[in-house]
Structures are given as C-alpha cells and as structure tokens.
C-alpha cells in the first residue's frame, strides 16, 4: 500500500532558531522543504537528483503558512506531507508540524511547485509515471478548497 500521508520526525536546532529559543519563521520552510525530499525518497524512492540528471526539476511558485504554535529549540516535531491537487505540470502539496505526539498543529504550510526543464527555465510536463504516482497519492479534501479552510478543518482534526 502506497504511503499517502508521509510523516517524518526532527529535532528544532539552535541555530535555526531566534533569540527567544522560537523556530525562526524562515526556518520552517527549511525543514518543510527538506521533510518533503526525506519524504519522496524514503515513501516513494523518488530522488530529486534524478530528476536533475535528466534535465527536470520543480521550482516553489506559491508558499502559504500559518504559524500557529512555537516550535522550541531541542523540540522533537513530526512534520506530515501529503499531496492536494496537481495538473501535467503543477502540485500543490500541503503540509504540517505537529509536536511529538502529534496532538498540537504548530505550523501549516501550502506549496506550490512547477515543474520545469532545468536547460530552459519553461514549463515542463509530468511523465506517465509522476502522473500515476501523483494520481495514487493524492488526498481527497473534501470541497474544503481555501488556504484558511484547510488550516481550520486541520487544526480541528487535532
């Protein structure tokens, strides 16, 4: 059975946080984005160099994030990813940290990604393989269609 839902565990480090000892806000999209390649290579065997070697690769179009609770230094937090939408050349994935135990949401993040033709800097389509994969995973979100929905309908799932 394919992983939808992939969820890996970090320790918040020193010196990615602020002052007060909280996650800085820039750092979230750091482990965000670091969580989802762990994620594709460990869930899927899918390998960003890959892509690379071939020529492809997907840029961040859009990030959303709602901060909702500090994230402390030396913390153990679960970040989760899963994929929401996607088209022949889009995915829009969403993802979230929770504390170790998974019962407190302390940040919410939509991203949007474009695949592209490294050598060109355009556009690039999914092959059949992504699409199917990207079909499999998929999470139905059940008509709950905006940013502010999602981070409410999740932090009431907590």
Known sequence: MTVKEPSSLYTVRFNDCDPFGHLNNASYINYFMNAREDHLAESYNLHLKDYAAKGLGWVVTQHQISYIKPAMVAEKVHIHSRVLDFSNHHILLEMWMTDEHKKKVKSFLWSRFTHIDL????????????????????????????????????????
Do not use: I, P, W, Y
């Not at 393989?129 to 932090?155: C, I």
């Open 119 to 158: 050598k060109t800097g355009k556009r690039a389509e999914h092959d059949e393989t992504l699409m199917k994969l990207l079909e499999e995973v998929r999470v139905e979100h059940n008509g709950v269609d905006t940013f502010d929905q999602r981070v409410g309908a999740v932090l009431q799932s907590f």
